[in-house]
């Protein structure tokens, strides 16, 4: 939410004081600033040498990889901070491990679970999947992980669960980021049912065969290849089956910029810029944006019958 009105029904605990307000908008429109520099090519941190490279299976994008320096120096994760090398440069004292997810809602195996326990009777796979950011720059990162529905599966959601909503660990004392109230505190996001249970919604637990460095989501996050990168939750520590469409954060933060299905589609434009073309990591010339981020093909059928412009 971008703006909190004080009324009867809000707690004054809950309405915004005016400099974080502020603060606020300096840091949606540094987003924006973000997409620009991208947009006319100014940001420039990785070579395109990198080869493409044959995935032991599911693989997704024959585009050539990015270099894992950029994967893991040119990040978004607000929890350590605004600038794209602050989360490799601050995230070096967290610790995700050991990691507890809790289960809740409308599940017939409700637990906190160790991490190790609840992942080790999936089979941890490579994906190659394109990451489509909002902010109109894109890369091609080998995943390790396995499929969502796998774990959803085995905590077993009743017919009451919809919607699936996860939360990011809240720990400040490790996340710099948190320290200050800029964003609202833990990131949440969310997906419908059916787009969680959706074979490529991937749970990743490492890239570039390696456990996933701390600023990628440490030790398991999301990544949700047909939709903007934010829904790609990072260091998940809560997975809720609820029944309504759960809030998200950058939906609170400013919800005529950013919807709840934020598919990647290059005829929606962002408000503040345009979501035709993107700048691949590492490549000088622009490239179109593809609808769904180029999983149509796999995807579209979800959506059919809904009003895009509408459902952004
Ligand atoms: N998850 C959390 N908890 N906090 C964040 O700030 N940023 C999102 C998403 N997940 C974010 C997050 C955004 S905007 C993007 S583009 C991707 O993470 C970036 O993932 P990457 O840094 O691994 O490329």
Same mark, same amino acid.
């Given at each position: 939410?971008?703006?909190?009105?004080?009324?009867?029904?809000i707690?004054?605990?809950?309405?915004?004081?005016?400099? &974080?307000?502020? /603060? #606020?908008? @300096?840091?949606?429109? %540094?987003?924006?600033?973000? !997409?620009?520099?991208?947009a006319?090519?100014?940001?420039?941190?990785?070579?395109?040498?990198?080869?493409?490279?044959?995935?032991?299976?599911?693989?997704?994008?024959?585009?050539?990889?990015?270099?894992?320096?950029?994967?893991?120096?040119?990040?978004?994760?607000?929890?350590?901070?605004?600038?794209?090398?602050?989360?490799?440069?601050?995230?070096?004292?967290?610790?995700?491990?050991p990691?507890?997810?809790?289960?809740?809602?409308?599940?017939?195996?409700?637990a906190?679970?160790?991490?190790e326990?609840?992942?080790?009777?999936?089979?941890v796979?490579?994906?190659?999947?394109?990451?489509?950011?909002?902010?109109?720059?894109?890369?091609?990162?080998?995943?390790?992980?396995?499929?969502?529905? &796998?774990?959803? /599966? #085995?905590? @077993?959601?009743?017919? %009451?669960?919809?919607?699936? !909503?996860?939360?990011?660990?809240?720990?400040?004392?490790?996340?710099?980021?948190?320290?200050?109230?800029?964003?609202?505190?833990?990131?949440?996001?969310?997906?419908?049912?059916?787009?969680?249970?959706?074979?490529?919604?991937?749970?990743?637990?490492?890239?570039?065969?390696?456990?996933?460095?701390?600023?990628?989501?440490?030790?398991?996050?999301?990544?949700?290849?047909?939709?903007?990168?934010?829904?790609?939750?990072?260091?998940?520590?809560?997975?809720?089956?609820?029944?309504?469409?759960?809030?998200?954060?950058?939906?609170?933060?400013?919800?005529e910029?950013?919807?709840?299905?934020?598919?990647?589609?290059?005829?929606?434009?962002?408000?503040?810029?345009?979501?035709?073309?993107?700048?691949r990591?590492?490549?000088?010339?622009?490239?179109?944006?593809?609808?769904?981020?180029?999983?149509?093909?796999?995807?579209?059928?979800?959506?059919?019958?809904?009003?895009?412009?509408?459902?952004?």
């Amino acid at each position: 939410m971008l703006i909190r009105r004080g009324g009867p029904d809000i707690p004054s605990s809950e309405i915004t004081r005016e400099e &974080d307000y502020l /603060n #606020r908008r @300096e840091f949606i429109g %540094r987003v924006g600033a973000g !997409a620009l520099a991208a947009a006319v090519g100014g940001v420039s941190i990785a070579s395109d040498n990198a080869s493409a490279q044959t995935a032991p299976g599911g693989r997704q994008s024959s585009d050539p990889l990015t270099p894992l320096e950029s994967v893991t120096r040119y990040n978004n994760f607000y929890e350590f901070g605004f600038d794209k090398e602050d989360p490799y440069r601050n995230s070096g004292g967290f610790v995700p491990r050991p990691w507890t997810v809790v289960v809740e809602g409308h599940v017939n195996k409700p637990a906190a679970y160790d991490l190790e326990d609840l992942i080790r009777p999936f089979t941890v796979e490579e994906r190659i999947y394109r990451l489509r950011c909002v902010e109109a720059w894109s890369m091609v990162i080998p995943w390790r992980g396995f499929p969502l529905r &796998d774990l959803i /599966n #085995r905590v @077993e959601p009743t017919s %009451r669960a919809r919607f699936v !909503a996860f939360e990011t660990i809240f720990r400040p004392a490790e996340m710099s980021g948190q320290r200050s109230r800029v964003m609202d505190w833990p990131y949440v996001e969310g997906l419908r049912m059916d787009e969680a249970m959706h074979p490529l919604t991937l749970i990743a637990t490492g890239l570039y065969n390696q456990n996933l460095p701390n600023q990628n989501g440490a030790p398991l996050r999301l990544v949700v290849p047909w939709k903007y990168g934010f829904k790609s939750i990072k260091s998940i520590v809560k997975i809720s089956f609820v029944e309504s469409q759960p809030p998200t954060t950058w939906n609170r933060m400013a919800p005529e910029e950013y919807g709840f299905y934020a598919n990647v589609n290059p005829e929606v434009d962002h408000p503040r810029w345009s979501q035709a073309r993107e700048r691949r990591i590492g490549e000088l010339l622009r490239r179109p944006t593809l609808m769904y981020n180029g999983y149509g093909d796999q995807v579209a059928s979800l959506y059919r019958g809904m009003n895009l412009v509408r459902n952004y």
